[in-house]
């Protein structure tokens, strides 16, 4: 058994005084480049956040207030734009008809969408790669190169100025269609193999198999469905002319315009632009974390 020598000793111990010495200084530099970074993040959420507090800030404004001060915090806070939005305004029918329409296209997308990505990417069939680059070359059309097209195909099979009119050409979305297939391709067709011996057809082997280890997609197709569709104003704009069919984006883009109202009137268009938001925060909020999440639904064979 050999022993160190005292200048092999020596040597030994000076290297570990100074790798000591060495590691205060490293940890302080990965701190500060840590706090540096948590700095730069914290300066762009509240650049991002900013505009929406004062929106929200500004809604609780009287009329003058407002105009006098549109970026302070309100010295009289008053909730007189929310009751004259609601009271004295088509608001609450903006509303509603925001509300239907999200609805069905929610879950006409999620029902189309899925059905169509498994085809793609299960079924074999004549022309299936023709169907696919189609798909692609939809996504790359700008949607207002479709808007005149959109409005004589509705005028002239009869759904103009109707939730039917309104609903219908939102059903389809090749976005969602290219993200369920993608994510179904990544399913290892073993599992369905084995559901086909113990004798389950096609679409059982879809809807109580395949379907629900794809869970993480289409929550990720819910909230793309529900955002396009609450958000959408170009369709609406070509697909209805009544006043009782007007949606939210609709009624709060006339509003924005002055088209509704006499003068400025930031905090009635501020409240509405607000309430407008919340929708779409809270299904965000409240699905975030399992948007894409691969690891949810995942497979080990």
Do not use: C
Not at 99 to 127: D, E, H, K, M, P
Request: proline fraction near 5%; glycine fraction near 6%; aromatic fraction near 10%.
């Amino acid at each position: 058994m050999t022993t160190l020598t005292k200048p092999e000793q020596h040597v030994s111990s000076a290297a570990s005084v100074g790798s000591r010495k060495n590691r205060p200084q490293k940890r302080s530099k990965t701190n500060i480049a840590a706090w540096v970074a948590y700095a730069i993040l914290i300066s762009i959420a509240v650049l991002y956040i900013m505009p929406f507090l004062l929106q929200i800030s500004t809604s609780f404004k009287t009329d003058a207030e407002a105009a006098a001060s549109p970026v302070s915090l309100p010295q009289t806070w008053t909730t007189e734009a929310y009751r004259k939005l609601f009271l004295n305004s088509d608001f609450p029918s903006w509303f509603k008809n925001s509300i239907i329409v999200t609805v069905f296209v929610t879950l006409g997308r999620v029902l189309l969408a899925s059905l169509a990505g498994y085809a793609l990417a299960r079924l074999r069939f004549r022309g299936r790669g023709v169907i696919f680059a189609a798909l692609i070359g939809v996504m790359a059309v700008p949607g207002v190169v479709l808007m005149i097209p959109k409005f004589l195909v509705i005028n002239q099979i009869g759904i103009y100025d109707s939730y039917t009119g309104m609903i219908i050409p939102l059903l389809t979305d090749a976005a969602g269609v290219f993200i369920m297939k993608n994510f179904f391709e990544s399913i290892p067709p073993s599992v369905e193999e084995q559901a086909r011996i113990d004798g389950a057809g096609l679409f059982r082997v879809f809807w109580s198999i395949v379907l629900p280890m794809a869970r993480p997609a289409l929550i990720t197709i819910i909230i793309m469905s529900f955002q396009g569709s609450w958000n959408e104003l170009g369709h609406f704009i070509v697909a209805t002319q009544d006043p009782s069919l007007t949606t939210l984006t609709k009624g709060v883009a006339g509003l924005a315009s002055g088209q509704l109202s006499s003068g400025s009137q930031y905090p009635i268009k501020l409240a509405a632009a607000a309430i407008m938001t919340l929708p779409v925060a809270i299904i965000f909020f409240i699905f975030q974390k399992r948007i894409m999440n691969t690891n949810d639904g995942a497979v080990k064979e």
